[in-house]
């Protein structure tokens, strides 16, 4: 045995509690009456390789809603990053469940925000109005055009359907090339859905695979299921003009007629959600979509 010091009592450690916070994700306060968006640090850094557009729009779809429309943000960041391909810093997430927050960083102008979802509530359309975000005036079932200036959408678990419909309004090299989609992956679809189907229901998403460049997101210990098929998706223009003839001759507006699994809230289908949006909207001044 190896020797050792008798050692004396040894005093019990005096514990104090320690307080813990567990949020509640699905509880929404009732907005006060004046809302300031809150500073964030930076949570989302996006860095591809290759070529890919600078982003000086964002578009952002429904909080939570898997058949909402895109939600967009019109011009807000200019990334300065140096390289061959900027990257998107300062980019947020918006909590899952949680309607309140902020989808922008404050290097967004919140006015220069521009959001839409079918499924918000009165509750939730005042918050967003208290936070200087702007409501689109319609259901524009993800038809929405991409003017002069790179845009970015953020359209995590949108309908199929959105996508294509976002595809077909803009469907020209110029236009796609300006646009930046972070959402459900293009590849996954493809994976996931019949040749046949995918051409026959979502023929813009088909025919644009070839001209797609893709980044799946990291994964995230905490949210495993929830951003696992998200990815990053931009339109070279040089993949663009390597495309057929035949693929920009093709405009037909999608009409989802023998589709089985549509997954998108028409403008017919809303009702009292357009009365809501546009009584948000009736007292601002316009700014150009």
Aim: glycine share 4%.
């Amino acid at each position: 045995m190896c020797p050792c010091p008798t050692l004396g009592p040894v005093p019990s450690p005096t514990l104090s509690p320690i307080p813990l916070h567990v949020p509640d994700p699905l509880h929404i306060p009732s907005p006060p009456s004046t809302l300031s968006p809150p500073v964030f640090p930076p949570r989302v850094s996006s860095h591809r390789t290759g070529s890919c557009p600078h982003v000086s729009h964002t578009h952002v779809p429904a909080l939570h809603s898997a058949q909402s429309p895109c939600m967009s943000l019109t011009p807000c960041m200019s990334p300065t990053h140096p390289g061959p391909c900027p990257h998107v810093s300062h980019t947020y997430v918006p909590a899952p469940h949680s309607a309140l927050s902020p989808p922008v960083s404050p290097q967004v102008p919140p006015d220069r925000c521009l959001v839409f979802d079918p499924a918000f509530s009165e509750l939730e359309v005042a918050a967003l109005g208290e936070l200087g975000l702007r409501l689109l005036p319609e259901n524009e079932e993800g038809k929405h055009r991409v003017r002069d200036s790179p845009t970015l959408f953020y359209m995590v678990h949108c309908g199929k359907a959105l996508y294509n419909n976002l595809l077909w309004r803009n469907w020209a090299p110029a236009a796609l090339s300006n646009m930046v989609i972070i959402g459900n992956s293009f590849k996954g679809m493809q994976e996931r859905v019949l040749s046949r189907i995918l051409e026959r229901d979502y023929s813009y998403i088909a025919k644009i695979l070839k001209g797609t460049e893709e980044v799946a997101l990291p994964a995230h210990p905490r949210y495993t299921d929830t951003f696992n098929d998200t990815s990053v998706h931009w339109f070279p223009l040089h993949k663009l003009e390597q495309l057929s003839a035949e693929v920009w001759e093709f405009l037909e507006e999608p009409t989802y007629q023998e589709c089985e699994d549509l997954e998108i809230i028409r403008k017919e289908d809303e009702g009292r959600g357009l009365e809501l949006f546009s009584a948000a909207t009736t007292s601002s001044p316009d700014i150009p979509l």
